[in-house]
C-alpha cells in the first residue's frame, strides 16, 4: 500500500490526557498537511510542512498542539492536556513538487473521541 | 477572507441520472486552485478534481466535470451516469496561489449525495 497512513485509526482517552497521532506520507512527497474535521463540517487546515520545516499554522492550533517533521519523512500531532472539544477526526495529506503540489492525497483519519 | 460556500446539505439522484453538486467561492485573489474531494462513509478524502482560475477550459476527469464560471465565483461539480458507489459527502475546497505558494485548502460543509436504485 503506497497511500498516506495515519495510526492509530480510533483513539480514545480522557479529558487531560496527552495523545500522539502519526501520518506517514507517501514517499516523495515533500509537503504534508493536518486537518481537523468536526462532525457535519469539512475540513479545516491546522498545519503544513515543507521537508522538515512547518511552514504555516492556523490559529485553530492553540499552544496544546504541537506537530513535528523531524527529517521531513513521517510526521506526528500531538495535543496535551486534551479537552471534549478536540473530538474530531485527524486527517493527514501529503502532495507532490509535480503540478504545484495541486493535489493532496489524504490518509484514512484518526479519531479521537475525549471524554 | 477566502470561503466556500455549499448550499445543498443533501441531494438525491436517480441511478444513471447527472447531478450537479452547487459550489460557490469568494476570494480576492486572482489565482487560485479549486477542488472536488470525495468522502465516502469510510471516512477517506478522495480527490476528484481541480480547476485552475486561469483554465479557460472546464476540468473533465471521467464522469465528473467542474462548470466553472469565473466572473460569477462558482465551481459546480457535474456528475454523469449516477452509480451507487457515488453516494457520499462532497466537499468543494480552494487553495489559494499558484505555484504551491500557499498550502493549505479551505473546504465548504460539504453536499451529502444519495444516489437511488
Known amino acids: 500500500d503506497t497511500g498516506v497512513s495515519q495510526n492509530p485509526r480510533h483513539k480514545i482517552t480522557k479529558r487531560g490526557q496527552n495523545v500522539t497521532f502519526r501520518c506517514d506520507p507517501i514517499?516523495?512527497?515533500?509537503?504534508l498537511y493536518w486537518y481537523r474535521q468536526t462532525l457535519g463540517q469539512g475540513p479545516e487546515f491546522l498545519t503544513y510542512?515543507?521537508?522538515?520545516?512547518?511552514?504555516?499554522k492556523s490559529r485553530l492550533l492553540s499552544d496544546r498542539f504541537s506537530a513535528e517533521r523531524p527529517k521531513g519523512s513521517f510526521s506526528t500531532l500531538e495535543i496535551q492536556r486534551t479537552e471534549q472539544g478536540d473530538s474530531a477526526m485527524y486527517l493527514c495529506a501529503s502532495s507532490p513538487p509535480s503540478a504545484g503540489y495541486n493535489e493532496q492525497f489524504f490518509g484514512p483519519g484518526t479519531r479521537l473521541t475525549v471524554l | 477572507a477566502q470561503k466556500i460556500t455549499q448550499t445543498q446539505p443533501g441531494m438525491f439522484v436517480q441511478e444513471k441520472e447527472a447531478v450537479t453538486l452547487d459550489c460557490t467561492y469568494d476570494t480576492s485573489d486572482q489565482s487560485y486552485g479549486l477542488f472536488w474531494y470525495k468522502q465516502p462513509s469510510s471516512g477517506e478524502m478522495i480527490f476528484l478534481i481541480y480547476q485552475g482560475s486561469y483554465d479557460e477550459q472546464n476540468a473533465t476527469e471521467g464522469r465528473y466535470s467542474l462548470n466553472f464560471q469565473k466572473a460569477r465565483k462558482s465551481a459546480n461539480l457535474v456528475i454523469s451516469a449516477s452509480q451507487l458507489g457515488d453516494s457520499a459527502m462532497y466537499f468543494c475546497a480552494m487553495r489559494d496561489g499558484y505555484g504551491g505558494s500557499q498550502g493549505n485548502l479551505i473546504f465548504g460543509k460539504g453536499t451529502k449525495l444519495s444516489v437511488k436504485p
Open positions: 514517499s516523495e512527497h515533500n509537503r
Open positions: 510542512f515543507q521537508n522538515e520545516a512547518q511552514l504555516e
